[in-house]
C-alpha cells in the first residue's frame, strides 16, 4: 500500500513540474515574440491593412460576419494590400507576416455561391444574426441558472462540500465568469463590424476569456488526479483537513490561469484599421479594432498556436489520460483481488468513488469536444494564413466551433445532473423551494 502511495504521489509531483515547465515555456514565449518596444512599430497604416480578425469576444471576422466575409471577395483588391492580423486563439484567423505581400492571393479562396450575390448576403447576414443571438441568449440563461444553482447547492449544503465538489465549485465559477463577460461581448459583434467598448476592455475580455479556459482545463487536472488517489487509496479518510488543501489548490489555479493570461492584457489594443464597408465601397474608411498583439515575426502564430493548444489541451488532456489509465488498471485489479468479506460501507465507498470517477471523465469529455474545434481551426490558419476558405460551409463551420466553446460553459450542470443522485435531489429541492417563494 505504501509504495502505491508513493507511486501515486511521483506521478502527480511529475505532472504538475510538466505542466508548470510548459506554462512558463507560454510565458516566455509570448513576450519574446511581441516585445512591448515593438508592439507598436509593427502596425501597417491603416489605409493598407484588412481587418480579418476572428474573435470570440471581440470584433469581426471573414468567417463569422458575413459582411466582414463578403468584403474579402472583391476581385480588384490587390494581394500587397492584404495583412491579416492575429487575434487571441480561439480567434480561429491567423495573420500573415509582416512584408510577406505574396501571402494572399485571391485565387487562394473558393468562388462563393449564390451567397455571394447583395441579395444572398443580406440573407444569409440576417439568418446568422437571428440564429446566433438566440444560440448566445439561450447559452447565458442556461449557462447562469445551471452554474449558479450548482454553486448554491454547494455553498449551502454542508454535507456536499467534499475535496471534489469544491474543484466543481470552482469549474462553475470560471463558467459564470465566461458567461458574464465574453459571450455578450461576442453576440454584440452580430450588430457593429468594429470594436465600441474601448481601450480597457479590449485588454480585459482577452484575459477573462483566457482566464476561464484555464481554470477549466487545470481544475479538471486537479480533479482527475484528486480521482486517482481516492480510486487508488480507497481506506484514506477524508479530513478537514484535505477540505482546506483543497480550497488552497483550487485558488492557486485561479491565480496561475490569471498570471498566464497577463500578456492578453498587456499586448491587446485598440486599432485603427480600414474596414470591410470601406472596402466594399473602395472608400479610405477606418474602423476600431480590438487586436491582441501586432505582428513581430513570421513565426509568432505559429508557435503562439501550438503553445496553446498544448498547454490549454494537450498536455493536459494527456496527464489527465494517464492518470484514467492507472484508474482503470486498480479497478479491473481490485475487481480481481477484492476480498469476499470487504464490509458494505468499504463496497459502497468504493462505487461512490467509481462514480465519481466517472463524472469527472464526462466533464473532461464534454471539455474536449466542445473546445478541440476551436482550436484545430486555429492551428490550421496559423500555418495556412495564405489561404482563406470563403465558402458557406467553412463560415457554418466556424460559427458550429464558435457555439461548441462556449456551450462548454453550460454543459456541466446538466452531466452532474444526469450522473450524480446527491446533486439531482438538491437541484430538485432548492427547484421546489424556489417555486414555493415565487406564489
Known sequence: MKRTQQRGRLLSNRC???????????????????????????????????VQTFSPCSQTDPAGTPRSFYAQQLPQLEPSLLLIMDDEFLSNLSPAPPGDHDALTPNSTLEPGWWGSPDGEETVHFVVRCVMTSVYILIITVGLLGNITLVKIFITNSAMRSVPNIFISSLAAGDLLLLVTCVPVDAFRFFSEEWVFGEAACKLIPAIQLTSVGVSVFTLTALSADRYKAIVNPMDIQTSSAVFWTCLKAVSIWLLSVLLAVPEAIFSQVVSMQSPQG?????????????????????????????????????????????????????????????????????????????????????????????????????????????????????????????????????????????????????????????????
Request: aromatic share 12%; charged share 15%.
Open 279 to 439: 472596402l466594399r465601397d473602395n472608400m479610405n474608411v477606418t474602423s476600431l479594432n480590438c487586436v491582441p498583439y501586432p505582428l513581430s515575426n513570421q513565426m509568432h502564430p505559429k508557435i503562439h498556436s501550438v503553445m496553446i493548444f498544448l498547454v490549454y489541451f494537450l498536455i493536459p488532456l494527456t496527464i489527465i489520460s494517464v492518470y484514467y489509465y492507472h484508474i482503470a488498471r486498480t479497478l479491473i485489479k481490485s475487481a480481481h483481488d477484492m476480498p469476499g468479506e470487504v464490509s458494505e460501507h468499504t463496497k459502497r465507498q468504493m462505487e461512490t468513488r467509481k462514480r465519481l470517477a466517472k463524472i469527472v471523465l464526462v466533464f473532461v469529455g464534454l471539455f474536449a469536444l466542445c473546445w478541440f474545434p476551436n482550436h484545430v481551426l486555429y492551428m490550421y490558419r496559423s500555418f495556412h494564413y495564405h489561404q482563406m476558405d470563403l465558402s458557406l460551409a467553412h463560415l457554418i463551420i466556424t460559427l458550429v466551433a464558435r457555439v461548441l466553446s462556449f456551450s462548454s460553459s453550460c454543459v456541466n450542470p446538466f452531466a452532474l445532473y444526469l450522473l450524480s443522485e446527491s446533486f439531482r435531489r438538491h437541484f430538485n429541492r432548492s427547484e421546489i423551494t424556489f417555486i414555493d417563494t415565487t406564489r
Open 16 to 50: 504538475i513540474l510538466l505542466l508548470l515547465l510548459l506554462l512558463l515555456l507560454l510565458l516566455f514565449t509570448r513576450s519574446a515574440l511581441c516585445p512591448c518596444s515593438l508592439c507598436g512599430s509593427d502596425l501597417q497604416p491603416s489605409d493598407q491593412v484588412l
